[in-house]
């Protein structure tokens, strides 16, 4: 119980937080997201095009040569694939959210199993436009990513892609190259000298969406503010048990077992954005303590991913796991709070416009 009365402490003392008028010029502000922009974005998108592009061979070679070899290979490359998105899917700003990217890749939350219904609809008709990648984008976003790749790797006659079961073989080599065609435009945007990255860093009067340093800074804060909301509310919450009711389906990539290594790696993501920015030298000197309380939470949900790693339905089957769980939907909701509320008093900003409002 000490753990959660910790927690609690964290938010309630967000209550007196001093604030300050942010001090810095366009170019100071900027700054930080240069930083952030080559020592974390450009390398997570980059990684994230190169995971992909092995999937989709992977996924490929399981219909040039169907075997448990194939199948095994193709899962982990799934796998992979999966958890570098993890890494970049909270920076939803720019590229991510331009032409419905963000949707085709992970069509979540999927509260009345849209994706499922469809993906199944698909394999019994052996609808072979989906078999053909150039046809996805056309496609509805709910057949077109990772929700759908897991079900066709790790669903219902999954299995059957070992003896060569080819129609679902097809399509599912046809979303693992739409998921890396998306991914190297996403690489390719972040990349490029005159694309977002530029757009952000170059605040001023003739910049539409980055007009000074109070836009840029906030930006910069909402991101994990919001990174965390997501995951408190579409991520843990969901799969909490109420009234004694635990429903591991209603988890994220339940099937290929990712659940918790997605959340995990959305973490580590989380913190080296905090840390490659360099948030902490915006604070005034007297208000440093601040980001030292942001380590120290991320440390506390670091030590509780660690004990929670395992599938999501040994964790919903253990009460003690399940204790760890509720835990770490505190210090998500500690985390949003610090980013979202705490550092933005103190510099004197505003929360951001959140995506998520009136969802």
Sequence with gaps: ???????LFGLVFLSAVPA??????????????????AGFIQPAFQRFAENA?????????????????????????FADSALSFARVEFLRIGPLIQENRLERLLFWPDRRGIALRQVQGVLANADESVTDAANLPAKSVALQGFTALEFLLFGTGSD???????????????????????????????????GFASVWTSPGSDNATFRNAEEVVGELLSIPSEAFEIIRDQRLKPVVPEDGKANPKRALFWRSGLTMDFIAAGFEALRAY?????????????ESWQARSIEFEFNNAEAALARLNMPIEDI?????????????????????SLFGQQLTATLGLSVGFSSLDGD
């Excluded at 592009?53 to 490359?77: D, F, H, Y």
């Excluded at 693992?176 to 996403?186: G, M, S, T, Y």
């Design 160 to 194: 059957d892609m070992e003896n060569g079961a080819g129609h679902r073989c097809r399509f599912a080599a046809a979303v693992a190259e739409n998921i890396h065609a998306i991914a190297l435009e996403l690489n390719d945007e972040w990349q490029d000298e005159q």
């Design 316 to 336: 919903l089957a253990d009460k003690e796991r399940t204790g760890d769980l509720t835990y770490l939907v505190i210090l998500s909701q500690s985390l949003q």
């Design 274 to 286: 905090f840390e490659t920015a360099g948030i902490d030298g915006l604070l005034p000197e007297e």
């Design 1 to 7: 119980m000490h753990r959660f009365a910790a927690a």
């Design 53 to 77: 592009e092995l999937a989709a061979v992977a996924v490929n070679a399981i219909c040039e040569q169907p075997g448990e070899r194939t199948l095994g290979s193709a899962r982990q490359a």
């Design 20 to 37: 300050h008028a942010l001090t810095i010029d366009e170019d100071q502000a900027a700054e930080p997201v240069r930083k952030l922009v």
